[in-house]
């Protein structure tokens, strides 16, 4: 079924190529903890008739659904969405905020999610390098630099994601990992952007976040790196765009990449499993002492409208 399955999660596809079917088969067998599979079997059945897997994350953030499988045209309408079912339910036991998907809005795939509850929260559109040896025309300029990150970088990265990602898309969006390698691009000193590299079999993976006034510059910077990304790799590297950078796209066609697909970023949020549950006692009534013939309202003298001293003060009750 691994061979035949439909892969929602573009960085997968991309990087590991034929290592997926391994790590899925692997995840199956309790060989890696790095995903969680969901199998489907027909009812009153034993046999296994499809399968759903993501890959986990740490309890509070967002999970990624890597595939969906067997890829058939009878099974998206029916068995997809029981499994994505599934996926919400074991992403809540393992305390995760939310489950995404990506999709081609022109798949069938599209309109299961959709049917099981999924929203699109972002759009995003993948580049290819493998055209940029020979169309980009790259400049030296001194006063941009690209240096992998350090630790005092940390605060200047979050300022970067929480300035460019719009709250809702952060619903679906993943906060900059340590797990990744990153750079970031400085113009005279200032940070300008940022970008997370990730390095599979077949594949390299871009993830930039850059702010609107970083300039022309940043697509000569990105095909910089990535020729000599290819050259020492061996390999093509491709750059995600999420819809919340539209200008980046232009930058990257000037710098000699090419558009490679398009997908709608689909996430349904889960409720989380309480481990302990913490009950609080309610406070008890607090009955007052004072003269319940008293009245709680304010009196005025009528012989004296305007004097304060025939005031009878506001008297508070707890009932």
Request: glycine share 8%.
């Amino acid at each position: 079924m691994a061979d035949n399955a439909a892969c929602l999660d573009c960085e997968s596809l991309h990087i590991q190529g034929s290592q997926g079917t391994k790590n899925i088969i692997g995840a199956t067998l309790g060989l890696s903890d790095s995903a969680t599979t969901v199998v489907w079997c027909a009812e009153g059945g034993v046999q296994a008739t499809a399968f759903a897997q993501f890959i986990k994350a740490r309890p509070g953030e967002s999970a990624r659904v890597t595939c969906l499988g067997p890829c058939q045209d009878g099974f998206w309408p029916d068995y997809a969405i029981s499994m994505l079912e599934g996926l919400v339910i074991e992403a809540g036991f393992a305390g995760l905020k939310s489950i995404t998907a990506e999709v081609n809005e022109s798949e069938g795939g599209f309109v299961s999610l959709r049917k099981a509850g999924f929203v699109v929260y972002i759009r995003q559109s993948v580049y290819s390098s493998m055209d940029i040896r020979w169309k980009t025309n790259t400049r030296d300029n001194s006063n941009v630099v690209v240096a992998k990150s350090q630790t005092e970088d940390k605060s200047e990265i979050y300022k970067l994601y929480n300035s460019i990602v719009p709250d809702l898309a952060k619903q679906a969006e993943e906060t900059p990992s340590d797990k990744e390698v990153s750079y970031v691009i400085r113009n005279k000193d200032a940070m300008v952007g940022m970008f997370n590299v990730r390095n599979g079999p077949i594949g390299v993976w871009i993830k930039p976040y850059f702010y609107p006034e970083a300039g022309n510059e940043v697509g000569e910077v990105l095909a910089n790196y990535v020729l000599s990304t290819i050259h020492l790799h061996k390999k093509p590297v491709y750059v995600r765009v999420r819809s919340y950078q539209p200008w980046l796209g232009g930058l990257l066609k000037d710098a000699g990449f090419n558009l490679l697909s398009t997908q709608a970023v689909m996430a349904r949020r889960t409720t989380a499993r309480v481990g302990v549950h913490e009950i609080d006692p309610i406070a008890k009534l607090v009955v007052s002492d004072a003269d319940a013939s008293i009245p709680v309202s304010k009196t005025i003298n009528q012989d004296c409208l305007l004097s304060k001293q025939n005031e009878r003060s506001f008297e508070t009750r707890n009932l």
